[in-house]
């Protein structure tokens, strides 16, 4: 079980007209108030739990970090996971290390091609899974 206060994305559909880039908590995506990573970093999970369907349908996500709790301003880019495709397996998951003083995190998902359904979850965890797999494919 996931502390809710840890998720960015709660796995709510979303399309390629509709893609979570939130300030709040709003169509499931979530700005976290993180505080500061620390010296170790925090890992960031994604977590694609069923096939995408669509038109070449391809989501790219990628954490960014703000002292603005709206992202209005000083918006960092940190890392990106790789582009999940119409093929990527159903139950892939990633994680990757972010860090930053930056007190404000989020997690942009953008969608390619005519992404119609997913069902993905972004969220801070203790570490890398033992299945995370190595790559989207």
């Not at 809710?4 to 399309?15: C, P, S, V, W």
């Not at 954490?63 to 960092?76: D, K, L």
Request: charge should be positive; proline fraction near 4%; charged fraction near 15%.
């Amino acid at each position: 079980m996931r502390d809710t206060n840890f998720i960015f994305h709660d796995g709510t559909t979303f399309t390629s007209t509709i893609t979570p880039n939130s300030t709040t908590r709003s169509g499931g995506s979530a700005v976290l108030d993180v505080g500061k990573s620390g010296a170790n970093g925090l890992w960031v999970t994604l977590s694609n739990k069923a096939l995408m369907t669509g038109t070449t349908p391809t989501v790219d996500a990628k954490v960014q970090y703000s002292n603005s709790a709206t992202f209005a301003s000083g918006v960092e880019t940190g890392p990106s996971f790789p582009q999940i495709t119409g093929t990527t397996v159903a139950g892939y998951r990633r994680s990757v290390l972010c860090q930053s003083p930056l007190r404000y995190w989020r997690v942009v998902l953008t969608c390619g091609g005519t992404v119609t359904a997913t069902s993905m979850e972004v969220y801070i965890a203790s570490g890398p899974q033992r299945d995370d797999v190595s790559g989207a494919g």
